[in-house]
């Protein structure tokens, strides 16, 4: 039960978790802030007048009833930031939300979450290497992070989910509005394939101010930020802002020099955040490796999701004797930039591995 005077509490309380805390300390619960006789909330020395009568006049048994009813009704979970399942490092960071909402299957705590974020009027440059490093990304139990909006945001979340993987879109709205309007196929994809979420109630429509505040949850949820492109006033700039301050990496795809998209990624390269040129240096980063016991098992698994292409060359392969990209672009007649990238795509998974200054075998 408290759980639903929580959902009262943080609708009333949107973008001040830190006050709401402090509230439920000094009253011991939600629960008994709903029942708190009136002299009790006006006497309290942690709210203003405005506060006191916002409190007095929302305490409506109907209401909430009908607010529980219209979470059941649309399939939405509300997570408090007490309940066990309310994500972990998101706790940890300033100001985290009192509560949020949820529409899919919230990925466990264990699993490792990276934040892609970039440029809504990427190029066409920006979009094809979130594409192909979040696509990656999906063929390893890493779930990706973004905001749904348009440009790097969409093409982490389409990479991530055409690989196989799961993908959390972080709304600056409510879960049952969907924005920018055009992406509501990509909508029911994540929820399909992870899930949305969001500290606005329901029916909360998208507005400016709204998109900062969303900001520090996407870098609250993740160990690491990665920046695909940005301006060099670029919100996504706040974001990469906030992850620092938090603690977590900044991590940073680098961009043509002379592209105002890559001003800002370019600056951040130059006061000190690590360079991602491939979804490797990510799982690097985050210590992941597949242990030789468990590569029979992990390679079976992805070989379902093998393009004809990439089965080719595994195919080609030897086992004893490596070929290089430049022979097996030749024996196959591709494109020598295609082979590099699904050898790339091919070693991340396991399948091959690459001998120093010899070329690729297939993994046993």
Same mark, same amino acid.
């Given at each position: 039960?408290?759980e639903y005077?929580?959902?009262?509490l943080?609708?009333l309380?949107v973008?001040q978790g830190n006050k709401a805390?402090?509230l439920?300390?000094y009253?011991?619960?939600a629960?008994?802030?709903?029942k708190?006789?009136?002299?009790?909330?006006?006497?309290?020395?942690?709210?203003?007048?405005?506060a006191?009568?916002s409190?007095?006049q929302?305490r409506?048994?109907?209401q909430?009833?009908?607010?529980i009813?219209?979470?059941e009704?649309?399939?939405?979970?509300?997570?408090?930031c007490y309940h066990?399942d309310?994500p972990?490092?998101l706790?940890q960071?300033?100001?985290?939300p009192?509560?949020?909402?949820?529409?899919?299957?919230?990925p466990?705590d264990?699993?490792d979450?990276?934040?892609v974020i970039?440029a809504?009027?990427?190029?066409?440059?920006?979009a094809?290497?979130?594409?192909?490093m979040?696509?990656?990304?999906?063929r390893?139990n890493?779930?990706v992070?973004?905001?749904?909006?348009?440009?790097?945001?969409?093409m982490?979340?389409r990479g991530?989910?055409d690989?196989?993987?799961?993908?959390?879109?972080?709304?600056g709205?409510?879960?049952d /509005?969907c %924005?920018?309007?055009?992406? #509501?196929e990509?909508?029911? =994809?994540?929820?399909?394939?992870g899930c !949305?979420?969001? @500290?606005?109630p329901?029916?909360?429509?998208? /507005?400016? %101010?709204?998109?900062?505040h #969303?900001n520090?949850i996407? =870098?609250?949820?993740?160990?690491?930020? !990665?920046?695909? @492109?940005?301006?060099k006033?670029?919100?996504?700039?706040?974001?990469?802002?906030?992850?620092?301050?938090?603690g977590?990496?900044?991590f940073?795809v680098?961009g043509n020099v002379?592209?105002p998209?890559s001003?800002?990624?370019n600056?951040?390269l130059k006061?000190?955040?690590?360079?991602?040129t491939?979804?490797?240096d990510i799982l690097?980063?985050l210590?992941i490796?597949?242990k030789?016991?468990?590569?029979?098992?992990?390679?079976k698994?992805?070989?379902?999701?093998?393009?004809?292409?990439e089965?080719a060359?595994y195919?080609?392969?030897?086992?004893?004797?490596?070929?290089c990209?430049?022979e097996i672009?030749?024996?196959?007649?591709?494109?020598?930039?295609?082979?590099?990238?699904m050898?790339?795509?091919?070693?991340?998974?396991?399948h091959?591995?690459k001998?120093?200054?010899?070329?690729y075998?297939?993994?046993?």
């Amino acid at each position: 039960m408290e759980e639903y005077y929580l959902l009262w509490l943080s609708r009333l309380m949107v973008h001040q978790g830190n006050k709401a805390r402090a509230l439920l300390q000094y009253f011991g619960s939600a629960e008994a802030i709903w029942k708190a006789d009136a002299e009790a909330i006006s006497t309290c020395p942690l709210l203003s007048s405005k506060a006191v009568q916002s409190i007095l006049q929302s305490r409506d048994p109907e209401q909430l009833d009908e607010w529980i009813a219209e979470l059941e009704e649309k399939a939405i979970s509300f997570y408090s930031c007490y309940h066990r399942d309310f994500p972990y490092l998101l706790n940890q960071i300033y100001n985290p939300p009192l509560g949020i909402y949820v529409r899919g299957e919230l990925p466990e705590d264990e699993i490792d979450k990276v934040g892609v974020i970039g440029a809504r009027r990427c190029s066409q440059y920006g979009a094809s290497v979130t594409y192909r490093m979040t696509k990656e990304l999906g063929r390893t139990n890493v779930i990706v992070v973004s905001g749904m909006a348009k440009g790097i945001d969409s093409m982490a979340h389409r990479g991530i989910i055409d690989g196989g993987g799961r993908t959390i879109a972080v709304l600056g709205c409510g879960v049952d /509005v969907c %924005y920018p309007p055009e992406n #509501r196929e990509l909508m029911e =994809s994540i929820i399909n394939h992870g899930c !949305v979420l969001t @500290e606005y109630p329901p029916k909360t429509p998208a /507005v400016a %101010y709204h998109f900062p505040h #969303r900001n520090r949850i996407i =870098s609250g949820l993740c160990k690491m930020i !990665v920046v695909v @492109e940005a301006g060099k006033k670029s919100g996504t700039l706040i974001t990469a802002d906030l992850a620092l301050e938090s603690g977590r990496d900044v991590f940073v795809v680098p961009g043509n020099v002379t592209s105002p998209l890559s001003q800002g990624t370019n600056n951040l390269l130059k006061q000190g955040c690590p360079a991602i040129t491939e979804s490797g240096d990510i799982l690097f980063e985050l210590g992941i490796s597949y242990k030789k016991g468990e590569q029979e098992s992990y390679t079976k698994k992805m070989a379902e999701n093998l393009s004809p292409e990439e089965q080719a060359i595994y195919e080609l392969l030897s086992e004893t004797e490596p070929m290089c990209a430049e022979e097996i672009s030749h024996k196959l007649n591709y494109n020598i930039q295609d082979v590099q990238y699904m050898l790339s795509l091919l070693e991340i998974s396991g399948h091959i591995r690459k001998r120093r200054q010899a070329g690729y075998i297939r993994e046993v």
